[in-house]
């Protein structure tokens, strides 16, 4: 049993199998307007990862049995990058089987900004390297089963369209 650095609630993140569970995932799209470029924070998942190796995706991790989405979104943030953030509004959700761990993951995508760009810390555990990309850099994280077609890609657009004033569908 461990408490929540953000809110003090008690968390469970006891090391029971995933396999045939549900598990939730908060990611945020962190971005930042550079000179008039608006930028999204990328970071690589290291090597040594079992699930998607060397594969750049939106930071954040799963939500610990009792936790609230936001705080663990933001305690992921702080774990794996050393930085705290100001959490937006939910723009995007998707499902996805993780084949490693036998589990079935709802991934929740909420719009974020650190607080402080400034002295990004990587866990190496977790990432390798990161990038601040504009839309039209997106092509520079394809690869390693991204591409044009991938979910998080698709949904990445969809944040740039939402920041640059696109409708809600509905």
Same mark, same amino acid.
């Given at each position: ?15 029971? #199998? ?34 998607? !190796? #060397? ?34 509004? !939910?723009?995007?959700?998707?499902? =996805? ?12 995508? =909420? ?16 990432? #390798?390297? =990161? ?7 997106? !092509? ?31």
């Amino acid at each position: 049993t461990r408490f929540c650095q953000v809110t003090g609630v008690q968390t469970c993140a006891l090391p029971i #199998s995933a396999v045939g569970k549900q598990v939730i995932v908060a990611c945020a799209f962190i971005h930042h307007n550079f000179d008039g470029v608006e930028k999204i924070f990328m970071p690589k998942r290291a090597a040594t990862k079992k699930f998607m !190796p #060397s594969v750049f995706e939106l930071p954040g991790g799963h939500v610990d049995f009792g936790e609230d989405i936001v705080a663990g979104l933001k305690r992921e943030i702080r774990e794996e990058f050393g930085k705290t953030i100001t959490v937006g509004d !939910p723009f995007a959700a998707f499902t =996805y089987h993780n084949s490693v761990k036998g589990s079935h993951s709802i991934e929740v995508v =909420y719009f974020a900004q650190f607080d402080d760009i400034g002295n990004i810390q990587l866990n190496p555990k977790d990432h #390798s390297e =990161y990038k601040w990309l504009s839309f039209d850099e997106l !092509p520079k994280v394809f690869g390693n089963g991204k591409d044009e077609t991938d979910e998080e890609i698709q949904l990445i657009k969809r944040g740039f369209a939402l920041l640059d004033g696109a409708q809600l569908k509905f």
